[in-house]
């Protein structure tokens, strides 16, 4: 079935880290992609998405790129901040599905 | 409400007891989900709302679990005898409608069984 797995954590960086997490895919037809934040006492949040192979998607300084060939799509910041810290969830749905498909989530945490 | 608003916030029950697990979607929102977070796993998907009407409750992890929702709008999830595995964050999610991608969610439900 469909599934996405995401790296284990928890992630622990300094300010001003680059920052990746690794997420990789399985479907069985052609998805969107997304990564989903929860920062502390919050629900989820759409951070970016990406619905096409080679699409980039990008807020808050985060970018993903949707590669095909490698079945991935991670998820990079160049210099993070205590902020970011949070649980990242990358997810996927399938082209005229219903149901969002989510990896286990990454908590990461920023020291100063 | 301008968001998902979900209640209780906790839920503290005794092993066998039932629990009513409360969703108000965000006004308009015709799609409605609920997923369950356990320690260490990811968001688990349990049940789709399309309207008052469930097509998808494929991931109910048993027949003690059941949800409703009416008037296209608040949407109560039902434990039934509730067990200590059923310990988890219930989430609920809604979304303008089937083709519209983003999902907003609720804070969540923290369900704690003795």
């Known amino acids: 079935g469909d599934s996405v797995t995401q790296m284990e954590g928890p992630v622990t960086l300094s300010e001003e880290a680059f920052l990746t997490i690794n997420c990789t895919y399985t479907?069985?037809?052609?998805?969107?992609l997304f990564w989903y934040v929860q920062y502390p006492g919050e629900g989820l949040q759409l951070l970016l998405k990406?619905?096409?192979?080679?699409d980039k998607g990008s807020n808050k300084g985060f970018e993903a790129t949707y590669r095909k060939e490698t079945t991935s799509f991670h998820l990079e910041k160049g210099s993070v901040q205590v902020s970011d810290s949070a649980v990242y969830f990358c997810?996927?749905?399938?082209?005229?599905?219903?149901?969002?498909?989510f990896g286990q989530g990454t908590r990461l945490t920023i020291n100063p | 409400g301008a968001g998902v608003s979900q209640s209780p916030s906790n839920k503290v029950t005794e092993k066998g007891k039932d629990v009513e697990l409360r969703c108000d979607p965000i006004?308009?929102?015709?799609?409605l989900y609920w997923y369950r977070q356990s320690l260490g796993q990811g968001l688990e998907f349990l049940i789709y709302?399309?309207?008052?009407?469930?097509?998808?409750k494929s991931g109910l992890p048993s027949d003690r679990f059941s949800a409703e929702r009416t008037g296209g709008s608040v949407s109560t999830l039902t434990i039934q005898r509730t067990q200590q595995e059923d310990s988890a964050v219930y989430l609920c999610?809604?979304?303008?409608?089937?083709?519209?991608?983003?999902?907003?969610f609720g804070s969540g439900t923290q369900l704690s069984v003795l």
């Open positions: 997810a996927l749905i399938l082209q005229g599905a219903q149901k969002l498909v």
């Open positions: 479907a069985t037809g052609y998805p969107s």
């Open positions: 990406a619905t096409k192979a080679d």
């Open positions: 999610a809604s979304r303008p409608g089937p083709t519209n991608e983003k999902l907003f």
């Open positions: 709302f399309q309207g008052n009407s469930a097509p998808d």
């Open positions: 006004s308009g929102h015709t799609a």
